[in-house]
């Protein structure tokens, strides 16, 4: 059975970390980029990240870059979004997608169900 499932989400301070983690199964997965969504109460979804299958290419929303960072493990199917120095507006639900693509992310075919971040005081 197909599935992406996200971790690690919650609540956190300004300033502070989190990681994300998204566990994949029932797909070939390292012929797969994976992306990072997110999407905030009324406003649409906004992709954060995406790093190619293999691992060597990534990018990033300029809202987030410097401070978060993607990962993969193709060994164990997982892909690791690291958040630090979060904003109240990162606050959102996370979602990660597969793309067969490869490279980009442009249009995944493959969701999970979101893990929510929010970032208050």
């Known amino acids: 059975q197909l599935q992406l499932v996200e971790s690690g989400g919650g609540l956190v301070q300004p300033g502070g970390s989190l990681r994300l983690s998204c566990a994949a199964s029932?797909?070939?997965?390292?012929?797969?980029?994976i992306g990072w969504f997110r999407q905030a109460p009324g406003k649409e979804r906004e992709g954060v990240s995406c790093?190619?299958?293999?691992?060597?290419?990534?990018n990033y929303a300029d809202s987030v870059k410097g401070r978060f960072t993607i990962s993969r493990d193709n060994a164990k199917n997982m892909v690791y979004l690291q958040m630090n120095r979060l904003k109240p507006e990162d606050s959102a639900v996370y979602y990660c997608?597969?793309?067969?693509?490869?490279?980009?992310?442009?249009?995944?075919?493959?969701w999970g169900q979101g893990t929510q971040v929010t970032v208050s005081s």
């Open positions: 997608a597969a793309d067969p693509r490869r490279s980009t992310c442009p249009d995944p075919v493959y």
């Open positions: 790093i190619s299958s293999s691992g060597g290419r990534t």
């Open positions: 029932g797909f070939t997965f390292d012929y797969y980029a």
